[in-house]
């Protein structure tokens, strides 16, 4: 049974930093993304890795913001998320896929909220 797990999200004011975590398990895919959709927005990209050599890619809104990291012996994806702006709040989603920006499979999502 393929499963992904988020956790991390919460609460946080502009500039304060989260960081997610998303776990695998049942399904090894070359990559894993992390997604997000903001109320009444279309889901978008924001961050990807290959599991096998560890290559990273990040949407605009986000370079220089956001960390993507993988550690193969927890079958766990972490994005630290650090400067956080009230536009990044959004329902998180991780996906495993065999493209990068491309999920096959999909996590339940986790919230994460930058207010003031």
């Known amino acids: 049974q393929v499963q992904l797990v988020e956790s991390g999200g919460g609460l946080v004011q502009p500039g304060g930093s989260l960081r997610l975590s998303c776990t695998a398990s049942?399904?090894?895919?070359?990559?894993i993304q992390w997604f997000r959709q903001a109320p009444g927005e279309e889901r978008e990209g924001v961050s990807c890795?290959?599991?096998?050599?560890?290559?990273?890619d990040y949407a605009d809104p986000v370079k220089g913001r956001f960390t993507i990291s993988r550690d193969n012996a927890k079958n766990t994806v972490y994005l630290q998320m650090n400067n956080l702006k009230p536009e990044d709040t959004a329902i998180y989603y991780c996906?495993?896929?065999?493209?990068?920006?491309?999920?096959?499979?999909w996590g339940q999502g986790t919230q994460v909220t930058v207010f003031s």
């Open positions: 996906a495993a896929g065999i493209l990068c920006w491309w999920g096959d499979y």
């Open positions: 890795i290959s599991t096998s050599d560890g290559k990273t």
């Open positions: 049942g399904v090894t895919l070359d990559y």
